[in-house]
C-alpha cells in the first residue's frame, strides 16, 4: 500500500459512507480514492475493498498491495477503538509507503439530544483522536445539543474542528484533509519528537494497567 490513510469514525446512521462518496465524485484528487470497510458496512459507492482484524493485524479482501491512493478506513463499531488503533499503528510499521493523514469523526446529531453516558463516553474518545467533528442531521431540534458538544470539546481544551456537514455541505472535507493535524493524541506523531509520557504506549486509552484493563476503556453504546 502506498499514499495517505485516513480513519472515518463515525456513529450509526452518520452518513459517513455517503458524504464521502459525494466528496469523491465531486472533488479531482491527484490519487484514486479508495474506501477500506469493516464487515458490518456492505458497500460505498466508491472504489472499495473490505477489512477483517485477525490477530491484531487487518487484512483486506481484493486490494493490490501496489495500488498507490488516498484510502479511507472505516473503523467498525462491533470492536474496541482501542484494538483498531493499535492496528493501525502496526499497519503503518508494516507498510513503509503508507502516510498518516486524518481522523474524522462523523456523529449523526439526531443521537445527541437524548444521549446516554455511555454514548457520551465514546463521543469522548472518539474526539480524542480526532482531527475533526463533522455533525449531520443537523435540526432545529438538535441544534442545542450539538452546540454543548462542540462547547464540552472547547472546554477541555481539544484543538479539533467541528462542522455541520450534509449531502450538500461536503467542501469542508477538503479543508480537513489538507491541513496540518488537529488531534489532541500524540499517538501518530514523529517518535523522534515525543517525550516518554507521549508514547503509544501510554496514551489514556491504549495504556494498559497491572491487570490488563486499559487505563480509559471506550464502552460498546451502539
Not at 499514499?3 to 452518513?15: C, F, K, M, N, W
Not at 503503518?92 to 453516558?117: C, T, V
Request: hydrophobic share 40%.
Amino acid at each position: 500500500m502506498n499514499g495517505r490513510l485516513h480513519i472515518i469514525l463515525g456513529t450509526p446512521d452518520s452518513e459517513r459512507r455517503s458524504i464521502l462518496s459525494q466528496f469523491t465524485k465531486k472533488n479531482d484528487q491527484p490519487e484514486p480514492s479508495w474506501a477500506l470497510l469493516p464487515a458490518e458496512l456492505e458497500s460505498i459507492n466508491m472504489p472499495h475493498s473490505h477489512w477483517t482484524l485477525q490477530e491484531d493485524q487487518f487484512n483486506f479482501t481484493e486490494l493490490s498491495d501496489s495500488l498507490d491512493a488516498e484510502y479511507f478506513l472505516f473503523f467498525s463499531n462491533a470492536l474496541h477503538l482501542a484494538e483498531q488503533f493499535e492496528a493501525i499503528l502496526e499497519l503503518l510499521d508494516d507498510e513503509e509507503g503508507l502516510s498518516m493523514g486524518r481522523i474524522i469523526l462523523f456523529l449523526n446529531s439526531d443521537l445527541l439530544p437524548e444521549a446516554k453516558q455511555q454514548l457520551l463516553a465514546w463521543i469522548d474518545a472518539a474526539g480524542h483522536f480526532s482531527d475533526a467533528i463533522f455533525f449531520s442531521h443537523r435540526k432545529n431540534e438538535n441544534a442545542m445539543a450539538i452546540s454543548k458538544c462542540k462547547e464540552r470539546f472547547e472546554t477541555m481544551r481539544y484543538p479539533l474542528e467541528s462542522y455541520v456537514v450534509g449531502s450538500k455541505k461536503t467542501g469542508v472535507l477538503e479543508k480537513v484533509l489538507n491541513t496540518e493535524p488537529r488531534r489532541i493524541t500524540h499517538l501518530f506523531d514523529p517518535p523522534d519528537l515525543l517525550d516518554e509520557d507521549d508514547s503509544p504506549q501510554n496514551d489514556p486509552y491504549l495504556a494498559k494497567l497491572a491487570n490488563g484493563k486499559r487505563e480509559r476503556p471506550a464502552p460498546f453504546p451502539f
